[in-house]
């Protein structure tokens, strides 16, 4: 059974890099496209970008170049970093798979919240 | 962007009832529209896949329909584990984009 597991720190500082992690278990992380989502209240459900196996990347133009995602076959666990975070940032961010030639997010984490505040 | 319509916003049914979502898409995005369900404090789960496919295990008492710009989720008879929010997700092109989400309430 493939589980998803996002963890990193609830608080983040204005203009600082927020980090998180996705540890996947029951599948090689080799072998899909594992996406971020992030859910705030008032922008609602939102695609940040998607990674497949460090070859190929895709980012929302709405983060200007403030995302970068990266894995790691060796823990099996994929990484978002976020930069120049301010609090419109703050919001429960979810990792997702999707399977090549499927184009649905299945299954998602359990999400983690963070919010950006001094 | 493809920008995503849910109506209604929120709806209030009883159990048993017959309720339909609709979601329509600001482009024709041919099948590429999933359904999914979200109950408080939980994640996201998809319910339906390329408009109308029932993904696994979820009841058949879900059902999807539409093609190019208009899309509809009906559940035939409401139950009590189905007061939720509702979200359509288009995977026509990037970024992939969400609808606002329906949310049912019990009436």
């Known amino acids: 059974q493939v589980q998803l597991r996002e963890s990193g720190p609830g608080l983040v500082k204005p203009s600082e890099t927020l980090s998180l992690t996705c540890a996947v278990s029951?599948?090689?992380?080799?072998?899909?496209?594992w996406s971020w989502i992030r859910q705030s209240p008032g922008k609602g459900l939102e695609w940040l970008g998607y990674?497949?196996?460090?070859?190929?990347?895709n980012y929302n133009p709405s983060l200007r170049g403030r995302l970068s995602l990266s894995v790691d076959t060796s823990k099996n666990h994929v990484s978002l970093r976020l930069n120049s975070v301010t609090t419109a940032d703050t919001a429960t961010y979810y990792c997702?798979?999707?399977?090549?030639?499927?184009?649905?997010?299945?299954?998602w984490g359990q999400g983690t919240l963070v919010t950006v505040s001094s | 962007d493809i920008q995503m319509t849910q109506s209604p916003s929120s709806l209030s049914a009883s159990v048993g009832d017959r309720v339909t979502i609709t979601c329509r898409a600001s482009?024709?995005?041919?099948?590429?529209l999933n359904w999914c369900q979200q109950k408080p404090g939980k994640a996201p789960e998809l319910l339906i896949h390329?408009?109308?496919s029932l993904h696994s295990g979820v009841p058949s008492r879900f059902s999807g329909s539409g093609s190019g710009t208009d899309f509809t989720l009906t559940i035939s008879s409401l139950q009590p584990e189905d007061f939720a929010t509702y979200y359509c997700?288009?995977?026509?092109?990037?970024?992939?984009?969400f609808g606002q989400g329906t949310r049912v309430e019990l009436k």
């Open positions: 997702a798979r999707e399977a090549y030639g499927e184009n649905w997010l299945d299954p």
């Open positions: 029951g599948v090689s992380i080799r072998s899909y496209y």
């Open positions: 990674i497949y196996y460090s070859v190929t990347t």
């Open positions: 482009l024709n995005i041919q099948n590429y």
């Open positions: 390329r408009a109308s």
């Open positions: 997700q288009q995977s026509f092109s990037l970024p992939y984009t």
